[in-house]
């Protein structure tokens, strides 16, 4: 059983995907993490465990190489399909209720802003350490956040901006969905966003990178 779960987390580590998939190179023609999740679960290996000791310790390994500057963004995605696709094989127990989830985190990239890729960064991270992320896309009014608010009433949120402009949107949503629900945290980060930034809009956390989130969650 370890043998197969560090399989996984190795695939999910170098990215992986499947069989099929070219990248990376020294692992042309192995299973992927596609195949040898559902090779496991055949086994009897339980979901959770998978899940723990395979998808959750594999995504560690990125985000520390990613926070050390070992692997940069094109790294980071190619892990990303690999952990959904084994992701893929565990979402009956997620629905089943085998597999407990951490916490519910509503994701946007804030109004006026297009660029998904730190999002979708962020989205890998967080969902890759346990966590169900509610994924509301780019150009996100406050409003919106609001209603998913009120449908996960316990949910954290995470917002993201690219460009100094849009950043400056962050400043009322922050404060709009605050107005409604003013304890659910609120976590800020992208290229123009610091600490004296997330003071001063009333955030409750900025990190510079998604292994801070994750960290931050996780406590």
């Known amino acids: 059983m370890e043998d197969i779960l560090e399989q996984i987390t190795t695939c999910i580590e170098f990215g ?7 990248y990376p190179p020294n692992m042309k023609d192995q299973d992927g ?3 040898l999740t559902k090779q496991a679960l055949e086994q009897g290996v339980k979901a959770e465990t998978i899940l723990k000791q395979a998808l959750i310790t594999g995504m560690d390994r990125v985000g520390k190489k990613f926070s050390e500057k070992k692997i940069f963004i094109p790294q980071m ?6 952990m959904n696709a084994a992701i893929e094989h565990l979402k009956p127990f997620f629905t089943s209720g085998e597999i407990q989830r951490k916490g519910k985190f509503i994701l946007a990239t804030v109004q006026g802003d297009l660029h998904d890729i ?6 890998m991270a967080i969902e890759g350490s346990g966590w ?7 150009d ?6 609001i209603a998913s608010l009120a449908e ?17 949107n962050m400043k009322d949503i922050v404060q709009n969905v605050k107005s409604h629900y003013p304890h659910n945290e609120i976590l800020i980060g992208g290229a123009p966003v610091t600490e004296d930034f997330r003071k001063q809009i009333g955030a409750d956390f900025y990190s510079p990178d998604p292994q801070g989130a994750v960290a931050y969650l996780n406590q």
């Open 33 to 35: 993490a596609d195949e």
């Open 152 to 168: 996960n009433p316990d949910a954290k949120v995470g917002l993201s901006a690219l460009l100094t402009t849009t950043m400056q």
């Open 118 to 123: 730190g999002k979708n960064l962020v989205k």
């Open 77 to 82: 995605l190619m892990s990303a399909k690999a």
């Open 16 to 22: 992986k995907i499947n069989k099929a998939a070219p």
């Open 132 to 138: 169900e992320v509610i994924d509301l896309g780019t």
């Open 140 to 145: 996100v009014k406050s409003e919106k956040i």
